[in-house]
């Protein structure tokens, strides 16, 4: 099967679901309400800059992404490369670790 | 129509009942929650899930204000049902089997979500106070039209940078939350950064829990007893423990009617109490749960024994605390009361919030 | 190739298996949570008919496009992450790079909570998007050392191969740890059981009816899905003796289910503020350990 093809299909699929879902409620129009806020109103809107105080994770997850599109071909060569492949991701991957510390020493773990 | 008005039929045969907790109403409560746990309808976690709002109990006028708004929020099918605080199992279990044809009658329902159409959803009375950067404040996110709320102002922080805030009430209507306790936070991303603790009262004063000066000793043990495990149940819920939650309300309900089997409750409370993920993740909270589950033991001791002072379980000399148990470095230690409640929550975030909250120890 | 063998009716049973597996772990949560064994059967489907029965519901200034791509993602990635596990030998997309497929299409995830947290505009809505992020972000980096380590373990990256190279010992038993940290990841990256703190904040809460029958059904299709592809990468694909091929992945499938939504429920939700240092300290060097194990035996 064409992957391409069994994706389309599969989406398509998903949305006809979810049509003949929402055929089968008797109320058709939306309710229009407040966000819930267990008995509130808003006093402004929510949509706003978020203070993600976790953001030094973001970074240090960076860094250990763009290490794993490396590590997919490596994988597959491995075996056949030998323990100086190893010792070469191994080292690379310390190196990150180092970084790892690192933040943890910083406190860029702590949530608050 | 057909199709469509079975499966409304189908659906309405499992109501997802959500219940309001108002203060005054525990007995009420209670036995709503045995009558649910009986027929097998599991509470749902949030109010715009369920499909029957069962309010426990008579609201005051801000209570009620707050359900009311909930209540606009909740969509069709749905079925209010509002109990009186004294409540009787008779009353509750009438009014329970009264929901099941009201959510199944699809014509009444379409009607009654056309009445609530018609009526568009208000917005508040108050705009933006606090609106000293009302040209650029919250990074200016149109979505045409605001709708008469204001966007997200900012203020600084602790470390000096001006960020954006929330004023969120962590409300009255919330699952294994205390009656009628509204906290309004103020929040910056998760973090809370100061809060206004309020008690709405209801309309008769909370007396379910009180043990009147005659009782006979066991009945006020077992009362003590359900007190405590009715705390713990909330907490559990809180801490995202729900089997545990539903056991402790078990337990509650088996001690109110007298027909607990001791052991059970002690392995309940042995198997908590050992739970180390659960006191990992309720480090940063005052651990009351700890002197609640002692208070439970205390008090199932007491039942057995005649005779003995039952002063003595009041300040847990006769629970693990006593014995010196490996437990007791948190003992004793109560959570606090409603009045500091509003300094113990800043700077947390709000899960561990909830969790303090459910920790307040109101005695 | 395996492509031209497969027929175009398989596309169409994906999604049906997919659901059927999605609706064994409602009747898992239901008795582990709920504990009623004989209504546990009807009650994932009589709360699938409220849902649908249900009227839907819009908030306040709602970024109605966002949600509606949160909201329709979090099924797609479940279903696209289906198409290249084979049950019984062969899946609908015979892919060489299967595992790359697998995780890129979990990862969608996280676009679809955070997406499903921003829209509705409301606030505990946003704190649990946000908070699915980082939970995503910790357990992103040990379930693809766990991946990695189950390629470098059967040279491949194809889960056809995989399950190929298990045929002397399962990866269950010869990389235990890595076993392990996937059950452990792919639960928190469906957010399900211990790891569903995002819906503590309320998560989906402002969604009703419809929208909400799918994002709910995404994610028990995600952890369903999660635990289909843990047959072939650890425990043998569908090899075992009598039954055919299929029928032992399907029994493999619902047995790691089930272990995961019973041992999930026995453990208080874990809360990330507690868990972030522990997960990013403790996880990834126990993920590359094993990993050096395996690259070294190999």
């Not at chain 2, 705009?127 to 709320?149: L, Y």
């Not at chain 2, 043990?211 to 405590?228: L, Q, S």
């Not at chain 2, 409603?338 to 300094?343: C, I, P, S, Y």
Request: aromatic residues 8%.
């Amino acid at each position: 099967m064409r992957t391409d093809a069994a994706v389309l299909a599969l989406l398509l699929l998903l949305a006809a679901a979810y049509c003949a879902v929402r055929a089968l409620s008797p109320f058709t129009e939306a309710l229009r309400a407040g966000p819930f806020l267990s008995g509130g109103a808003p006093a402004e809107h929510a949509l706003s800059r978020f203070h993600v105080r976790w953001y030094a994770v973001t970074m240090v997850f960076l860094a250990f992404d763009m290490e794993m599109i490396f590590m997919y071909p490596w994988a597959l060569v491995v075996a056949s490369l030998g323990a100086e492949a190893v010792v070469e991701m191994f080292a690379f991957l310390g190196l990150l670790l180092v970084g790892v510390l690192y933040a943890w020493r910083e406190g860029a773990f702590r949530w608050a | 129509m057909g199709v469509r008005a079975r499966l409304a039929r189908y659906a309405a045969g499992l109501p997802a009942p959500f219940v309001v907790a108002v203060p005054g109403g525990a007995r009420c409560r209670v036995a709503v929650e045995a009558e649910l746990r009986r027929r097998g309808w599991t509470p749902v976690a949030d109010p715009v899930a369920c499909d029957a709002l069962l309010v426990c109990g008579e609201p005051g006028d801000e209570l009620a204000a707050a359900v009311d708004a909930v209540w606009a929020g909740v969509p069709a099918p749905r079925v209010r049902v509002d109990l009186p605080s004294r409540a009787s199992a008779r009353e509750v279990a009438a009014a329970l089997d009264g929901l099941v044809p009201v959510l199944a009658d699809v014509p009444a329902q379409r009607a009654e979500a056309a009445r609530t159409a018609a009526k568009p959803w208000p917005p508040p009375a108050e705009h933006a106070e606090h609106d000293d950067e009302s040209g650029h404040g919250g990074g200016g996110m149109e979505m045409g039209g605001p709708g008469g709320v204001a966007l997200a102002s900012r203020a600084p922080d602790r470390d000096g940078l001006k960020l954006d805030v929330l004023h969120v009430p962590l409300g009255p209507v919330l699952a294994w939350w205390p009656a009628g306790l509204r906290v309004a936070v103020t929040l910056q991303g998760d973090v809370v950064q100061s809060a206004d603790v309020e008690l709405l009262p209801g309309a008769v004063a909370e007396t379910f829990w009180d043990v009147p000066a005659g009782t006979p000793r066991r009945a006020a043990a077992r009362r003590r007893a359900a007190a405590r495990l009715d705390a713990l149940a909330r907490f559990l819920g809180a801490a995202g423990w729900p089997a545990r939650a539903a056991e402790a309300a078990r337990h509650r309900d088996d001690l109110l009617a007298d027909a607990f089997r001791e052991a059970r409750v002690r392995r309940f409370a042995r198997s908590v109490r050992r739970s180390r993920t659960l006191r990992w993740m309720a480090r940063g909270v005052p651990p009351s749960y700890l002197a609640w589950l002692d208070d439970v033991e205390t008090t199932l001791a007491e039942l057995h024994e005649p005779g003995e002072d039952p002063a003595a379980w009041r300040n847990g000399e006769r629970g693990s605390c006593a014995r010196g148990g490996r437990d007791a470095a948190g003992c004793g230690e109560r959570g606090p009361g409603f009045r500091e409640l509003g300094e113990s929550l800043v700077g947390v975030e709000l899960g561990t919030a909830r969790l303090i909250v459910a920790s307040v120890d109101e005695r | 190739m395996s492509g031209e063998r497969t027929p175009v009716w398989a596309v169409v049973a994906l999604p049906a298996a997919v659901g059927l597996l999605a609706y064994a772990v409602a009747v898992f949560d239901a008795v582990a949570v709920e504990g009623m064994r004989g209504r546990a059967f009807a009650r994932p489907l009589r709360r699938a008919a409220l849902l649908a029965v249900r009227q839907r519901r819009t908030t306040l200034a709602a970024d109605r496009l966002l949600l509606g791509a949160g909201v329709a993602v979090l099924p797609a990635a479940a279903l696209l992450a289906a198409l290249v596990v084979p049950v019984g030998g062969v899946p609908v997309v015979a892919s060489p790079v299967g595992i790359v497929w697998f995780n890129a299409a979990e990862v969608a995830t996280w676009a679809a909570a955070w997406l499903v947290g921003w829209g509705p505009n409301a606030a505990f809505s946003l704190v649990g998007g946000y908070r699915f992020l980082a939970q995503g972000l910790a357990y992103e980096l040990p379930h693809m050392f766990v991946l990695i380590t189950v390629a470098v373990g059967a040279g491949s990256l194809d889960l056809t191969a995989v399950a190929a190279a298990q045929r002397h010992l399962w990866f269950a038993v010869q990389m235990p740890v890595a076993f392990a940290l996937y059950l452990v990841s792919a639960s928190a990256l469906a957010f399900w059981g211990p790891f569903a703190h995002p819906l503590d904040g309320a998560l989906g809460a402002d969604l009703s009816g419809a929208d909400r029958l799918l994002f709910l059904g995404g994610r028990c299709a995600m952890l369903a899905v999660a635990g289909a592809a843990a047959v072939p990468l650890f425990l043998g694909g569908g090899a075992g003796p009598l039954l055919p091929a299929p029928v032992w992945s399907l029994v493999k499938t619902l047995a790691v289910l089930a272990a995961l939504v019973f041992a999930g429920a026995r453990v208080p939700r874990l809360r990330m503020d507690r868990f972030l240092a522990a997960a990013w300290t403790v996880l990834i060097p126990v993920a590359l350990l094993q990993l050096l194990v395996v690259a070294v035996t190999r």
